[in-house]
T-cell receptor, first 112, second 115 residues
């Protein structure tokens, strides 16, 4: 079945460091890809999305590029802040009306 | 626009009891999806309702059920609670229109603890 694999955390970085969280997927066809963020005690917020190969999603300094050849959608940010500390989920959706399939989540801790 | 609201936010039940959770979607949204989040299994899809009809269903036992009302509010019910049902239950709403890659907006969740 369809699945999403994320790098295990926690990832601990100093403020202003470069962030990469790896995400790869297994799915037939051309899924849409998403990154969600969950802050402590809150629900999930959509961070960015990409709907076709080579699309780049970006928001709040975060970026991810849909790479069909490597089935990847790695999340990057050039300079993280303490406020970026959260859990990040990579997800896919096969069809326009299909369910979201999530990765296990990666905890990010940014220290000042 | 008000966001997705879920009630109650916290709930403690004992094994064998049943529970009903409520979700009010964003105004104008007709699709409501439910997800279960646990440390062991992560985020798993329960079901989706659109215009009062279940449109999609995950791999959960029949103890988990849901419904949607004409105003798009949704409830999910878990009967005969088990310890393993302890989780954060998240509701997500979207416009649900076909032909559009729509965003799902999540509520803060209901934290269910089964003792």
């Amino acid at each position: 079945g369809d699945s999403v694999t994320q790098m295990e955390g926690p990832v601990t970085l100093s403020e202003e460091a470069f962030l990469t969280i790896n995400c790869t997927y297994t799915a037939t066809g051309y899924p849409s890809l998403f990154w969600y963020v969950q802050y402590p005690g809150e629900g999930l917020q959509l961070l960015l999305k990409a709907t076709k190969a080579d699309d780049k999603g970006s928001n709040k300094g975060f970026e991810a590029t849909y790479r069909k050849e490597t089935t990847s959608f790695h999340l990057e940010k050039g300079s993280v802040q303490v406020s970026d500390s959260a859990v990040y989920f990579c997800a896919l959706r096969k069809g326009l009306l299909d369910k979201l399939v999530f990765g296990a989540g990666t905890i990010l801790r940014v220290k000042s | 626009k008000a966001g997705v609201t879920q009630t109650p936010r916290y709930l403690i039940k004992t094994r064998g009891q049943q529970v009903t959770l409520s979700c009010s979607p964003i105004s104008g949204h007709r699709s409501v999806s439910w997800y279960q989040q646990t440390p062991g299994q992560g985020l798993q899809f329960l079901f989706e309702y659109f215009s009062e009809t279940q449109r999609n269903k995950g791999n959960f036992p029949g103890r988990f059920s849901g419904r949607q009302f004409s105003n798009s509010r949704s409830e999910m019910n878990v009967s005969t609670l088990e310890l393993g049902d302890s989780a954060l239950y998240l509701c997500a709403s979207s416009s649900g229109r076909s032909g559009v890659v729509y965003e799902q907006f999540f509520g803060p969740g209901t934290r269910l603890t089964v003792l």
